[in-house]
Protein backbone atom coordinates (compact mmCIF):
# COMPACT_ATOMS: atom_id res chain seq x y z
CA UNK A 1 0.00 0.00 0.00
CA UNK A 2 1.61 3.53 -0.95
CA UNK A 3 -0.28 6.59 0.26
CA UNK A 4 -0.22 10.27 0.79
CA UNK A 5 -2.27 11.81 3.80
CA UNK A 6 -2.91 15.11 2.83
CA UNK A 7 -4.56 17.54 5.79
CA UNK A 8 -3.36 20.39 7.32
CA UNK A 9 -1.43 20.70 11.05
CA UNK A 10 -3.56 19.29 13.43
CA UNK A 11 -5.97 17.64 11.28
CA UNK A 12 -4.92 14.27 12.55
CA UNK A 13 -2.07 12.63 9.67
CA UNK A 14 0.48 11.68 12.34
CA UNK A 15 -1.78 9.62 14.73
CA UNK A 16 -3.95 8.12 11.67
CA UNK A 17 -0.26 7.06 9.64
CA UNK A 18 0.74 5.52 12.67
CA UNK A 19 -2.19 3.24 13.19
CA UNK A 20 -1.69 2.42 9.20
CA UNK A 21 1.80 1.47 9.75
CA UNK A 22 1.09 -1.13 12.37
CA UNK A 23 -2.26 -2.62 10.52
CA UNK A 24 -0.35 -2.55 7.33
CA UNK A 25 2.98 -3.31 7.98
CA UNK A 26 4.31 -0.14 5.87
CA UNK A 27 6.62 2.89 6.37
CA UNK A 28 5.89 6.13 7.86
CA UNK A 29 7.78 9.07 6.42
CA UNK A 30 7.12 11.88 7.78
CA UNK A 31 9.30 14.84 6.49
CA UNK A 32 8.29 16.53 9.36
CA UNK A 33 10.00 14.46 11.72
CA UNK A 34 13.09 13.83 9.16
CA UNK A 35 13.65 17.26 9.01
CA UNK A 36 13.57 17.63 12.99
CA UNK A 37 15.93 14.73 13.12
CA UNK A 38 18.25 16.40 11.31
CA UNK A 39 17.57 19.74 13.24
CA UNK A 40 18.54 17.69 16.38
CA UNK A 41 21.85 15.79 14.46
CA UNK A 42 22.84 19.25 13.12
CA UNK A 43 23.44 17.88 9.53
CA UNK A 44 23.76 20.48 6.91
CA UNK A 45 20.05 20.08 5.50
CA UNK A 46 19.18 20.85 9.19
CA UNK A 47 21.29 23.67 9.88
CA UNK A 48 19.41 24.85 6.75
CA UNK A 49 15.88 24.17 7.55
CA UNK A 50 16.15 24.79 11.60
CA UNK A 51 15.02 28.65 11.03
CA UNK A 52 12.18 27.78 8.57
CA UNK A 53 10.89 25.31 10.45
CA UNK A 54 10.70 28.14 13.74
CA UNK A 55 9.17 30.54 11.89
CA UNK A 56 6.20 27.74 10.18
CA UNK A 57 7.16 28.59 6.62
CA UNK A 58 7.98 25.68 4.13
CA UNK A 59 11.75 24.53 3.65
CA UNK A 60 12.70 24.80 0.03
CA UNK A 61 11.51 22.19 -2.31
CA UNK A 62 14.93 20.59 -3.41
CA UNK A 63 15.87 20.09 0.32
CA UNK A 64 12.49 17.78 1.00
CA UNK A 65 12.57 16.18 -2.63
CA UNK A 66 16.06 15.32 -1.95
CA UNK A 67 15.71 13.39 1.29
CA UNK A 68 12.12 11.85 0.20
CA UNK A 69 13.85 10.48 -3.02
CA UNK A 70 17.29 8.60 -1.27
CA UNK A 71 14.68 7.45 1.05
CA UNK A 72 12.28 5.94 -1.36
CA UNK A 73 15.41 4.10 -2.17
CA UNK A 74 15.86 2.35 1.19
CA UNK A 75 14.74 -1.68 0.70
CA UNK A 76 12.58 -1.17 3.72
CA UNK A 77 10.16 0.60 1.48
CA UNK A 78 9.25 -2.40 -0.35
CA UNK A 79 6.27 -3.22 1.41
CA UNK A 80 4.94 0.15 0.87
CA UNK A 81 4.59 3.70 2.53
CA UNK A 82 2.48 6.58 3.91
CA UNK A 83 3.99 9.85 3.15
CA UNK A 84 2.78 12.42 6.15
CA UNK A 85 3.71 15.75 5.48
CA UNK A 86 4.77 15.62 2.08
CA UNK A 87 4.47 16.88 -0.40
CA UNK A 88 3.19 19.90 0.35
CA UNK A 89 3.63 22.13 -2.82
CA UNK A 90 2.39 21.50 -6.00
CA UNK A 91 6.16 21.79 -7.38
CA UNK A 92 6.85 18.62 -4.67
CA UNK A 93 4.07 16.50 -5.94
CA UNK A 94 4.90 16.85 -9.60
CA UNK A 95 8.85 15.47 -8.06
CA UNK A 96 7.06 12.70 -6.42
CA UNK A 97 5.42 12.00 -9.74
CA UNK A 98 8.76 11.72 -11.69
CA UNK A 99 10.29 10.26 -8.78
CA UNK A 100 7.95 7.48 -8.66
CA UNK A 101 7.68 7.25 -12.37
CA UNK A 102 11.30 6.30 -12.53
CA UNK A 103 11.50 3.88 -9.64
CA UNK A 104 8.17 2.33 -10.96
CA UNK A 105 6.33 2.61 -7.64
CA UNK A 106 2.47 3.10 -7.96
CA UNK A 107 1.13 5.18 -6.04
CA UNK A 108 -2.49 4.01 -4.74
CA UNK A 109 -4.10 6.92 -2.67
CA UNK A 110 -4.04 10.10 -1.74
CA UNK A 111 -6.23 10.37 1.58
CA UNK A 112 -7.36 14.03 2.55
CA UNK A 113 -8.19 14.36 6.11
CA UNK A 114 -10.76 17.24 5.84
CA UNK A 115 -11.12 19.68 9.14
CA UNK A 116 -12.72 22.80 10.48
CA UNK A 117 -10.15 24.88 10.56
CA UNK A 118 -11.62 26.19 14.17
CA UNK A 119 -11.03 22.98 15.57
CA UNK A 120 -7.00 23.38 14.53
CA UNK A 121 -5.62 25.43 17.30
CA UNK A 122 -7.81 23.46 19.93
CA UNK A 123 -6.27 20.29 18.80
CA UNK A 124 -2.83 21.97 18.50
CA UNK A 125 -3.44 23.47 22.08
CA UNK A 126 -4.74 20.13 23.52
CA UNK A 127 -1.26 17.96 21.69
CA UNK A 128 1.01 20.40 23.44
CA UNK A 129 -0.43 20.05 26.86
CA UNK A 130 -0.31 16.22 26.74
CA UNK A 131 3.45 16.31 25.29
CA UNK A 132 4.38 18.40 28.57
CA UNK A 133 2.19 16.21 30.91
CA UNK A 134 4.01 13.18 29.64
CA UNK A 135 7.40 15.43 29.66
CA UNK A 136 8.26 15.60 26.48
CA UNK A 137 9.85 18.40 24.57
CA UNK A 138 7.63 20.41 22.84
CA UNK A 139 7.69 21.60 19.07
CA UNK A 140 8.52 25.41 19.04
CA UNK A 141 6.48 25.98 15.98
CA UNK A 142 3.27 24.72 18.21
CA UNK A 143 2.27 27.81 19.39
CA UNK A 144 -0.76 29.88 18.37
CA UNK A 145 1.47 32.44 16.30
CA UNK A 146 3.32 29.92 14.15
CA UNK A 147 0.10 27.46 13.75
CA UNK A 148 -1.66 30.32 12.35
CA UNK A 149 1.08 31.12 9.75
CA UNK A 150 1.51 27.31 9.50
CA UNK A 151 -2.02 27.28 8.51
CA UNK A 152 -1.62 29.85 5.85
CA UNK A 153 1.01 28.14 4.34
CA UNK A 154 -0.88 24.93 4.03
CA UNK A 155 -3.52 27.03 2.54
CA UNK A 156 -1.92 28.55 0.30
CA UNK A 157 0.57 25.98 -0.39
CA UNK A 158 -0.75 22.60 -0.01
CA UNK A 159 -4.13 23.08 -0.13
CA UNK A 160 -3.81 23.10 -4.44
CA UNK A 161 -2.66 19.64 -4.21
CA UNK A 162 -6.61 18.60 -3.24
CA UNK A 163 -7.09 19.27 -6.95
CA UNK A 164 -4.07 18.30 -8.35
CA UNK A 165 -5.27 14.52 -6.80
CA UNK A 166 -8.14 14.85 -7.31
CA UNK A 167 -7.51 15.58 -10.88
CA UNK A 168 -5.32 12.38 -11.47
CA UNK A 169 -8.34 10.46 -9.87
CA UNK A 170 -6.35 9.67 -6.78
CA UNK A 171 -7.91 11.77 -3.80
CA UNK A 172 -10.19 9.85 -1.06
CA UNK A 173 -11.45 12.81 1.21
CA UNK A 174 -12.45 11.66 4.87
CA UNK A 175 -14.18 13.28 7.77
CA UNK A 176 -11.40 14.03 9.90
CA UNK A 177 -13.86 15.53 12.25
CA UNK A 178 -15.23 12.12 13.27
CA UNK A 179 -13.10 10.25 16.84
CA UNK A 180 -9.71 8.85 16.00
CA UNK A 181 -10.69 5.47 16.17
CA UNK A 182 -13.75 6.39 13.19
CA UNK A 183 -11.25 7.99 10.88
CA UNK A 184 -9.21 4.75 11.18
CA UNK A 185 -11.84 2.88 10.06
CA UNK A 186 -12.99 5.15 7.66
CA UNK A 187 -9.55 4.85 5.91
CA UNK A 188 -9.39 1.42 6.65
CA UNK A 189 -12.65 1.30 4.65
CA UNK A 190 -11.70 3.16 1.66
CA UNK A 191 -7.79 0.84 1.17
CA UNK A 192 -10.41 -2.14 1.50
CA UNK A 193 -12.07 -0.90 -1.36
CA UNK A 194 -8.89 0.17 -3.58
CA UNK A 195 -7.49 -3.79 -3.06
CA UNK A 196 -10.59 -5.17 -4.04
CA UNK A 197 -10.97 -2.74 -7.20
CA UNK A 198 -6.92 -3.47 -8.07
CA UNK A 199 -7.83 -7.59 -7.25
CA UNK A 200 -11.13 -6.95 -9.51
CA UNK A 201 -9.00 -5.24 -12.13
CA UNK A 202 -6.23 -7.37 -12.37
CA UNK A 203 -8.45 -10.41 -12.71
CA UNK A 204 -10.03 -8.69 -15.93
CA UNK A 205 -6.92 -7.99 -17.01
CA UNK A 206 -5.72 -11.70 -17.08
CA UNK A 207 -9.11 -12.65 -18.43
CA UNK A 208 -8.38 -10.48 -21.62
CA UNK A 209 -4.57 -11.71 -21.48
CA UNK A 210 -6.09 -15.40 -21.51
CA UNK A 211 -9.00 -14.33 -24.24
CA UNK A 212 -6.09 -13.15 -26.51
CA UNK A 213 -4.15 -16.14 -26.71
CA UNK A 214 -7.02 -18.57 -27.09
CA UNK A 215 -7.65 -16.46 -30.03
CA UNK A 216 -3.79 -16.69 -31.20
CA UNK A 217 -3.74 -20.37 -30.62
CA UNK A 218 -7.22 -20.66 -32.80
CA UNK A 219 -6.62 -18.70 -35.27
CA UNK A 220 -3.81 -20.74 -37.22
CA UNK A 221 -5.65 -23.79 -36.88
CA UNK A 222 -8.76 -22.05 -38.39
CA UNK A 223 -6.07 -20.62 -40.65
CA UNK A 224 -4.99 -23.89 -41.51
CA UNK A 225 -8.29 -25.99 -41.58
CA UNK A 226 -9.67 -22.63 -44.61
CA UNK A 227 -6.88 -23.51 -46.23
CA UNK A 228 -7.46 -27.09 -46.38
CA UNK A 229 -10.84 -26.53 -47.57
CA UNK A 230 -9.61 -24.61 -50.47
CA UNK A 231 -7.09 -26.83 -51.38
CA UNK A 232 -9.87 -29.63 -51.46
CA UNK A 233 -12.76 -27.67 -53.29
CA UNK A 234 -9.60 -26.58 -56.10
CA UNK A 235 -8.83 -30.56 -56.03
CA UNK A 236 -12.36 -31.03 -56.45
CA UNK A 237 -12.39 -28.89 -59.40
CA UNK A 238 -9.78 -30.02 -61.30
CA UNK A 239 -11.22 -34.06 -61.04
CA UNK A 240 -14.53 -33.44 -60.82
CA UNK A 241 -15.59 -30.83 -63.19
CA UNK A 242 -19.07 -29.42 -63.23
CA UNK A 243 -21.05 -31.56 -65.78
CA UNK A 244 -21.11 -30.17 -69.11
CA UNK A 245 -19.20 -27.47 -68.83
CA UNK A 246 -16.01 -28.92 -70.19
CA UNK A 247 -17.92 -30.44 -73.01
CA UNK A 248 -19.67 -27.86 -73.98
CA UNK A 249 -16.66 -25.72 -74.96
CA UNK A 250 -15.31 -28.48 -77.66
CA UNK A 251 -19.03 -28.57 -78.77
CA UNK A 252 -18.85 -24.84 -79.42
CA UNK A 253 -15.77 -25.07 -80.41
CA UNK A 254 -16.82 -27.69 -83.16
CA UNK A 255 -19.82 -25.82 -83.80
CA UNK A 256 -17.78 -23.21 -84.74
CA UNK A 257 -15.54 -25.18 -86.83
CA UNK A 258 -18.52 -26.66 -89.06
CA UNK A 259 -20.31 -23.20 -89.48
CA UNK A 260 -16.49 -21.68 -90.66
CA UNK A 261 -16.75 -24.72 -92.55
CA UNK A 262 -19.99 -24.54 -93.77
CA UNK A 263 -19.81 -21.16 -94.85
CA UNK A 264 -16.39 -21.93 -97.22
P1 LIG B 1 2.50 19.84 10.66
O1 LIG B 1 2.00 19.47 12.02
O2 LIG B 1 2.39 21.28 10.37
O3 LIG B 1 1.94 18.99 9.58
P2 LIG B 1 5.16 18.71 10.23
O4 LIG B 1 5.75 17.99 11.37
O5 LIG B 1 4.69 17.90 9.08
O6 LIG B 1 4.05 19.66 10.78
O7 LIG B 1 6.22 19.79 9.66
C1 LIG B 1 6.79 20.76 10.47
C2 LIG B 1 7.59 21.77 9.64
O8 LIG B 1 8.57 21.08 8.86
C3 LIG B 1 6.77 22.54 8.61
O9 LIG B 1 6.13 23.66 9.15
C4 LIG B 1 7.85 22.91 7.60
O10 LIG B 1 8.64 23.98 8.01
C5 LIG B 1 8.73 21.68 7.57
N1 LIG B 1 8.30 20.72 6.54
C6 LIG B 1 7.83 19.46 6.75
N2 LIG B 1 7.53 18.85 5.59
C7 LIG B 1 7.81 19.76 4.61
C8 LIG B 1 7.69 19.75 3.21
N3 LIG B 1 7.22 18.68 2.54
N4 LIG B 1 8.07 20.86 2.51
C9 LIG B 1 8.54 21.92 3.14
N5 LIG B 1 8.66 22.00 4.48
C10 LIG B 1 8.30 20.94 5.21
Do not use: C, W
Not at 171 to 198: C, S
Not at 217 to 237: H, I, M, N
Not at 243 to 264: D, E, I, L, S
Amino acid sequence: MRLILLGPPGAGKGTQAQRLVAKHDIIQLSTGDMLRAAVAAGTPVGMQAKEIMASGSLVPDEIVIGIISDRLDQPDMKNGFILDGFPRTVPQAEALDELLKKKHIKLDAVVELRVNESALLQRVESRVAEMRARGEEVRIDDTPEVLTKRLAQYRSMTEPLIHYYSERRKLLTVDGMLTIEQVTREINRILAAIDAADARAAAKKAQAKRARVAKAVKKPAKAAKKASKGAKKAATKVAKPAKGKVARRPVKAAKKVTKKRAKR
